[in-house]
């Protein structure tokens, strides 16, 4: 008789699940309490394994994949990950169209996962051949047999965290959380977690963070698509340059704006605060509630709740790297000496 062995059958059985970690230092002084949700806990280090995994199961369940089948995707990183980790477990081949923004790091380990990979530039427009949605949706036409994941306008996305982040932190706050703040990139975080957290009590304030260089915040306010809005912007995964399908816009109660170089310090600032190394759009979220704090957003007894939504590791090259941070003229001090002469 095989012997009881207390192991996971594989990676995706740990996706979700995530722990809610207490913010002790970086919102000191602060009113209210505030705890993270932690998704670099996923196997794939991101919240994007929750979606990779239910877009790619309800397929399955439809019958749309079968043995051998090609998963296509456009992708900031994550979401490529996730996918590509999904793939490998479950037997599809995944091909990936990936902004020019997206880090080194990134799309090395996307490869490293057994993605094929296509780098698209960053700064044109949404229907212009060469971003990477038109690549994906050529890819998708080309290729026999394969399903186009396409995030940003996918009900299941928000489906996703509907049915898992939503109630992980209805549960893990005892249904005491008073506010959710939340990045919004394709916006199926804050869109599935929230519908969730307001049907069980419409009270609950989401916040929104999108970047300065991105038109979620101003269609938000006005229903309208404003291009001036749009230019470029160094935080990968936040805002867009075009309105998401998969973003609830009623859902949320308001957006707050964030800058570059603001979000990397505070990202760096989480580290050496709180010994959680997280990436990028943490820092973002973090500095939208900094400005929440400023003016008195929160009273003592709310507890927020905030996504951090993955790992710092994915930007050692970018908001990591004293480098990096010097030559986006986001060091104003004096960069400290590496070494120093000694005399004899
Ligand atoms: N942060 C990071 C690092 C991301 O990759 C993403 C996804 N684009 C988000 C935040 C935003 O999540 P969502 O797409 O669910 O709005």
């Not at 938000?220 to 698509?225: L, S, Y």
């Not at 308001?254 to 505070?266: G, L, N, P, Q, W």
Request: with cysteine; charged share 25%.
């Amino acid at each position: 008789m095989a012997h009881k062995i207390n192991a996971y059958n594989n990676v995706l059985e740990l996706i979700g699940n995530t722990p809610l970690v207490k913010l002790n230092k970086i919102t000191k002084g602060f009113a209210g309490n505030f705890f993270a949700k932690v998704e670099a806990f996923n196997p794939g280090h991101s919240s994007k394994d929750r979606i990779a995994m239910y877009i790619i199961e309800e397929a399955e369940r439809k019958g749309i994949l079968t043995e051998g089948s090609t998963i296509i995707e456009t992708t900031s990183g994550n979401t490529g990950f996730s996918i590509a980790m999904v793939s490998i477990i479950k037997g599809y081949d995944c091909i990936l169209a990936v902004s020019s923004k997206s880090s080194t790091d990134k799309i090395n380990m996307l490869r490293s996962m057994g993605a094929t990979v296509y780098v698209c530039p960053a700064h044109v427009s949404a229907d212009d051949p060469r971003s990477y949605y038109e690549v994906a949706k050529r890819l998708h036409e080309e290729t026999e047999g394969s399903i186009y994941i396409n995030q940003y306008f996918n009900e299941l996305n928000i489906e996703a965290h509907y049915v898992s982040t939503g109630p992980e932190i209805w549960e893990q706050t005892n249904g005491h959380i008073t506010h959710l703040v939340a990045c919004s990139g394709t916006g199926g975080t804050i869109s599935g977690t929230a519908k969730y957290l307001k049907e069980q009590n419409p009270d609950i304030k989401v916040i929104g963070v999108d970047a300065y260089g991105s038109v979620l915040k101003k269609y938000h306010e006005t229903g309208k698509f404003d291009a001036k809005e749009v230019y470029p912007y160094r935080i990968e995964g936040l805002g867009k340059n075009l309105i998401p399908g998969a973003t609830e816009f009623e859902l949320i109660d308001e957006f707050i704006k964030v800058t570059d170089s603001e979000s990397a310090h505070t990202a760096r600032e989480i580290a050496q605060t709180e010994g959680i190394f997280a990436g990028y759009t943490s820092g973002a979220a973090i500095q939208a509630i900094k400005q929440l704090n400023e003016r008195g957003e929160f009273g003592a007894d709310d507890n927020v709740v905030v996504i951090f939504p993955d790992h710092g590791s994915r930007y050692m090259s970018k908001i990591y790297s004293d480098q990096w941070m010097e030559d986006q003229g986001f060091l104003d001090t004096e960069p400290v000496e590496k070494t120093q002469e000694i005399q004899y």
